[in-house]
Structures are given as C-alpha cells and as structure tokens.
Nanobody
Framework: VQLQASGGGLVQAGGSLRLSCAASGRTFSRYTMGWFRQAPGKEREFVSNIVQSDASANYADSVKGRFTISRDNAKNTAYLQMNSLKPEDTAVYYC???????????????WGQGTQVTVSS
C-alpha cells in the first residue's frame, strides 16, 4: 500500500491540526494504521495507531487526551486530530501501515513521506 501524508503546518501552542494519510489500493481495511514522529536529533517515536480488526486505538503517553486517531475505510484514509499542541510536538509526522496490531516501527512495511508540524511557543 502506498501512503500520502498531509495536513502539517505551523501553529501556535494550544492550537490544532488534523493530519491525513491517504492510501492507495483496495486493502486499506486490512492494515493497522500508525502515526510516528521524528524531531530533529531524536529517534522516530510512536504516536498512535488504530487497529484494523476492531478500530481500537493506542496512544503514546505524551499525546493521550490531546490526539485522536481515526480511519475511514471507505475513503482509504486515516486521520490524526491533534489538539492542545505543544512546542514539544514539533516534528515530522509519518503515517505507516502494518499487517500487525503493533506500536513498533520496524513492523510497519509501508510509510508515507512525512509532513512537518511546527508548534510555536
């Protein structure tokens, strides 16, 4: 599956953004969709995922209560609604697809190109 992430931008602290991840192909519903991020000088980290089987979601502790992941299988698109953004949320955000309900980056076989999110203080 090929992925295209969009929706990043510059926002003030406390603001909101919604990221989208559009997938090609007819098998989108079979994948767990995940969001990861990478800040300058830091390793890529898990943000959230939504499992293909029951649409259950998982979140990193740092974003719980502020970010919401969702998916629309009819549109082959996953979303990440980000509210109450903080400067430490600044990073390149990547969407990814996995056949496993995993939070581990190496289990994701398909990756989007990344979208920059910058939160100013």
């Amino acid at each position: 599956v090929q992925l295209q992430a969009s929706g990043g931008g510059l926002v003030q602290a406390g603001g909101s953004l919604r990221l989208s991840c559009a997938a090609s192909g007819r098998t989108f519903s079979r994948y767990t969709m995940g969001w990861f991020r990478q800040a300058p000088g830091k390793e890529r980290e898990f943000v959230s995922n939504i499992v293909q089987s029951d649409a259950s979601a998982n979140y990193a502790d740092s974003v719980k209560g502020r970010f919401t992941i969702s998916r629309d299988n009819a549109k082959n698109t996953a979303y990440l609604q980000m509210n109450s953004l903080k400067p430490e949320d600044t990073a390149v955000y990547y969407c990814a697809a996995s056949v496993m309900p995993s939070i581990v980056a190496r289990t994701y076989s398909s990756w989007g190109q990344g979208t920059q999110v910058t939160v100013s203080s």
